[in-house]
């Protein structure tokens, strides 16, 4: 979710009035993945390198992330949304946002219209780093490490591996975005700041991916089999 610093400074507003236009993009995306059938969908919020930003935009988003969670928390109940939250490691965030993702996770834990997953305080790296430590200490051998069982040691690991990115604001970088699940991801960087961001837009991405041949390493589909 990029582009929100941007969209606030073309308007001459601060940083945080463009966090703030976030939201209706956020609710708008998710209703729109929820009735587009996407089974999981995930949002990368805030990146352990997040931590950098100046403490008063980081103060900001932590109470603006708080403040979505408990307002939105009876919608994505009623459209059947489980919602999880990745990352979310680090002692600075504060408390009751900790227990507000885990009430959340909680109360729609049963739910199987979609699984919402938050990467917040997420990084790639470290979770790689913990998978790596976890199998360490379940005193597995080295030989009978294999890629699956790494997987198994990785965060919710019942996520499937990433089909799609979608970066918005025109940058095309991975930013320590899920490292392991995004192998063979597709990827699309549309223009549109965030705050812009719409369910057309989000429609429009999906019609991309849909058309993309995924080969993962293999031949087109249309000779496969057929190897000349
Ligand atoms: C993304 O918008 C939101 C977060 C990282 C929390 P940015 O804040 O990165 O917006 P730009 O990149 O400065 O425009
Ligand atoms: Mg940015």
Redesign the pocket.
Known sequence: ???????AERRSLP?TA??NA?EATVIDIIEAARSAGVGWLSLY???TE?WNRPGAEVDH?MRLVRRVVRKHAPLLLARGIRCRFLGVADPRIPRDLARDFEDLTTLTGDNRGMTLTVAFDHGGRRDIVEAARSLIRSGTPADEVTERLFAEHLPWPDTPDVDLVIRT?G?QRISNFMLWKVAYAEWVFPEL??PDFRAPDFLACLHTYRDRDRRFGGLPHQTNGDAR
């Not at 979710?1 to 969209?7: A, E, H, T, V």
């Open positions: 979710m990029d582009g929100n610093g941007r969209w940083r463009g966090h976030a919020a805030f990146s997040n988003l604001s940058e700041l965030w």
